[in-house]
């Protein structure tokens, strides 16, 4: 059996976030164990390429504690391997053609005074580079693009240097036994449990209002040097000479059967095609299973309702690099101090408590 004060379950971004943030708040290594789960689906965490910037794909409308979340995203990417995350800009295309543009300029008018300098937001009409049916485009900086997997194994490397161990299993059982932690019927004994599942978590808590979502990126020559990113009904990015188009979802618990896939896949080599304009070449493909949360679509974190010193972390959807950065650090201060500190929008009682009953084979309290 191996005893440690803290169990982390999960090696994705959400558990390894966690992780960094204790050690830098004085945890010892040693005290942290990372339980990391072979997941049969890929998560969004091996994502070849992922971008950040504080803003919906179909609004300018900004959501609770985005920007404090944004510069957490900021100062995490800034102190990464450059050769793993570019600063770019990101460009939203306003278009007549899919009745956008009014909505969109009313979302941005309101948003101006909440800014406060912290993103950029530049109004500009676009050159004859852009397709003919874009009206304006607004520039966003700062944003970021990444290399999420590369990112996320250069973390663990790091935490195994630092003294935090890490063992591979699935998840199993977890059992409260004279004051602790039981996972997998004692293998592993933790004084707390911090569950960073991904799309796991819904297996454990059945009743949790979720949705599982497909996520696919496509890979093909990049075509304009000048583009970083375009954001809107899907997103085009540019990273390593190449152009990654993705953000074509599809909500479902099952996996995407063939045609799914592939209209997913053709719709995005369509957008592809308008900027190239020419048939374009996909090259390389990724999917990967993604957990939104509620209708908010807000991740979570904290300590869950009737289960003490059991904490989750996750549900960012495709926005784990914007919010988890953010979401680690006050998760380990509230371990830290037993106050709280996460804000009530990502809280686990935003739920009613029906929705946090365990499956009772998996989970005892």
Request: net charge negative; hydrophobic share 40%.
């Amino acid at each position: 059996m191996t005893a440690v004060p803290l169990v982390i379950i999960g090696d994705g971004l959400a558990g390894l976030t966690t992780a960094q943030h204790l050690l830098g708040s004085g945890v010892p290594g040693a005290e942290i164990l990372v339980l990391a789960p072979e997941a049969e689906d890929a998560k969004a965490s091996d994502a070849p390429c992922s971008i950040c910037h504080p803003f919906p794909g179909q609004s300018f409308q900004l959501r609770p504690h985005v920007l404090d979340a944004f510069a957490a995203a900021d100062r995490f990417l800034s102190q990464s391997p450059p050769h793993l995350r570019r600063c770019v800009r990101a460009q939203r295309w306003l278009s007549e053609e899919h009745g956008q543009r009014s909505r969109l300029l009313k979302s941005y008018d309101r948003i101006q005074s909440q800014l406060s300098g912290a993103v950029r937001v530049d109004q500009q009409y676009p050159s004859s580079a852009h397709p003919k049916n874009v009206s304006e485009i607004f520039e966003i900086a700062p944003a970021w693009v990444a290399n999420l997997k590369g990112i996320c194994d250069w973390m663990r490397e790091g935490l195994r240097q630092r003294g935090i161990q890490f063992e591979s299993g699935v998840l199993q059982r977890l059992r409260k036994e004279d004051g602790k932690w039981s996972v997998n019927d004692g293998v592993i004994e933790g004084e707390k449990v911090i569950l960073a599942l991904g799309v796991g978590l819904p297996s454990f808590f059945p009743a949790l209002p979720h949705q599982k979502v497909w996520g696919h990126l496509v890979r093909g020559e990049r075509i304009n040097p000048e583009m970083d990113i375009v954001i809107g009904d899907g997103h085009l990015t540019s990273m390593d000479h190449f152009l990654w188009g993705g953000a074509s979802f599809l909500p479902q618990q099952e996996k995407p059967h063939a045609q799914q896939e592939q209209e997913a896949i053709d719709a995005l080599k369509t957008k592809m095609t308008v900027l190239a304009g020419r048939e374009y070449a996909v090259t390389d493909k990724w999917e990967g299973a993604r957990l939104v949360m509620g209708h908010e679509r807000l991740p979570v974190a904290g300590e869950i309702p009737g289960l003490d010193s059991c904490f989750v972390i996750g549900g960012a959807g495709a926005n784990g690099l914007l919010w988890l950065p953010y979401l680690s650090e006050r998760l380990t201060q509230e371990l830290q101090t037993r106050q709280e500190i996460i804000p009530e929008a990502f809280q686990p009682n935003r739920y009613d408590w029906d929705c946090w009953q365990p499956d009772r084979q998996k989970i005892r309290s």
